[in-house]
């Protein structure tokens, strides 16, 4: 199994570029079942989940074909089989989405449940009460969730939650419903808007992009087109927490500031400022180290959650004792032994971890338990003293395109190396 073996302590500088966005990728390959006809997909980076769905997609009848680094055409000559399996499933949760897709195409779909993660358990509940409201009739058996509707019909939707995956898979369903469905209570994530655009551009008519109410208005046809995703926010974010511990040295580029206010906001009330300079960001303060704060991880655009684990690295080093709710997911706080494993000193009380500052990391032999996690500990790796081997690092080859090249671009000693498992 690979794992990253890191010696840390090493001088970090230059510019780290980033790629296209996991998050919008995903459902925007599951959209192409949707429509008939060849697409072109630009920005779409090099992950472990893309290849999933690429996987997934092929099951179902699709060809993929790859046209340059990162570029793919994707060619609907019809869905040949509606069943997205276990197997696949299992391993990526947002293989869920090609249920929307598929109702909209074919009125039919089986997909199996995706069940939990290192993260919380997870429910589809809400994406399945949406596919409901519109028409659709929903059986559970043996692990799967069979979808079948002879017409599905716009109707409102309040959802419970703002869930992003429901609000994606809502929206997918009802593009080619007859009538207007309206969606109250939408996931406002930038993905989502990438994903309304890209579906516009298919020809959809859905208004109130980027709000908290989104509305779609049926329509009878779709094309393929052409589409560039957008940039990885959270990629760029892990990468801005390195600009901050590198004290300004590491500069971040190809990212969308825009996407990035909630977090932005929390590096202020730490002591950083952003400064830009041809487009590369810089994460710098006059401060010896950081201040202690309070966060809230919230759906955006407050403080991600995909963030929550860089950030709580970061604030190992400020002057104090920082807190960081965790609202979004119920479990998301298994970096908390390893971090303390390398010398942090953090404690969970329910869904609030209480991190005290002012630590030295130590390397140690820790274990990636999902994708931000593992950037958690890469990051203190990479700040520690001594070696790291970060291991179980397929969670990380999930989300981050090519990592130990680019963090090996500005001067990091990082290296993909092989261990045993027992
Ligand atoms: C591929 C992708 O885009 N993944 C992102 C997406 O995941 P995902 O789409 O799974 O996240 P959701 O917004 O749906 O989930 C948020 C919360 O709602 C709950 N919930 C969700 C659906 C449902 O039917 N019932 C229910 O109870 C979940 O268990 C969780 O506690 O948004 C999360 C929240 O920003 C991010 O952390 C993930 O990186
Ligand atoms: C939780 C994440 O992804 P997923 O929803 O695919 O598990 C993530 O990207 O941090």
Redesign the pocket.
């Known amino acids: 199994m690979d794992a990253y073996k890191i010696i840390g302590g090493s001088k970090l500088e230059g510019v780290l570029n980033v790629s296209g966005s ?2 919008a990728t ?2 925007i390959l599951a959209a192409t079942l949707i429509a008939e006809g060849e697409y072109i997909l630009k920005n779409v980076p090099s992950l472990k ?1 893309v290849r999933t769905m690429f996987k997934l997609l092929e099951k179902l009848g699709l060809e993929v074909e790859k046209i340059s680094k990162n570029s793919y055409k994707i060619i609907n000559n019809g869905i040949k089989n509606i069943e997205a399996t276990y197997d696949l499933v299992k391993t990526m ?2 293989s869920f ?1 090609v249920m929307g897709p598929m109702l909209s195409h074919s009125q039919k779909a089986k997909v199996s449940l995706p069940g939990g993660c290192a ?11 949406g596919f409901e409201a519109i028409g659709a009739k929903i059986e559970i058996s043996h692990g799967y969730v069979e979808a079948i509707s002879e017409e599905l019909i716009g109707n409102n939707v309040i959802l ?9 898979n809502i929206i997918m369903a009802a593009v080619r419903a007859k009538g207007i469905t309206v969606i109250e209570n939408a ?1 406002r ?1 930038p ?1 989502i808007d990438d994903l309304c655009n890209f579906l516009n551009k298919m020809g959809a008519k859905i208004r109130g992009i980027g709000s908290s109410r989104i509305e779609i208005e049926g329509v009878d046809k779709l094309k393929a087109v052409e589409y560039s995703i957008i940039p990885d926010r ?1 990629e760029a974010g892990t990468f801005l927490v390195l600009s901050a511990l590198s004290k300004g040295k590491v500069g971040v580029t190809d990212f969308k500031i825009e996407h990035l206010e909630g977090f932005i906001l929390k590096l202020e009330e730490i002591g950083y400022k952003l400064n830009e300079n041809n487009g590369v960001f810089y994460v710098k303060g006059e401060i010896e180290k950081p201040k202690p704060i309070r966060v809230q991880t919230m ?2 655009p407050g403080f ?3 963030l929550q684990a860089q950030l709580m690295t970061l604030l190992c080093f400020s002057n104090g004792t920082s807190e960081i709710k965790e609202t ?3 479990n998301r706080f298994m970096h908390v032994s390893e971090l303390n494993r390398m010398g942090a000193d953090i404690k969970i009380d329910g869904n609030i971890a209480i991190i005290k500052g002012n630590i030295n990391f130590s390397g140690a032999e820790v274990m990636a338990s999902d994708l931000r996690a593992g950037a958690a500990l890469v990051i203190a790796g990479l700040l520690s003293e001594g070696e790291t081997l970060v291991q179980r690092i397929y969670h990380i080859d999930r989300g981050y395109e090519k990592l130990e090249e680019k963090l090996k671009n500005i001067g990091a000693n990082i290296e993909r190396v092989k261990v045993d498992i027992i």
């Open positions: 996991k998050n995903l459902p989940d949760r947002a989405l993260i919380g358990t997870r429910p589809v509940d809400l994406h399945l009460k419970d939650f703002p869930s992003v995956g429901a609000t994606e996931a994530e993905e959270i759906p955006y991600p959650t995909d979004i997911f119920e």
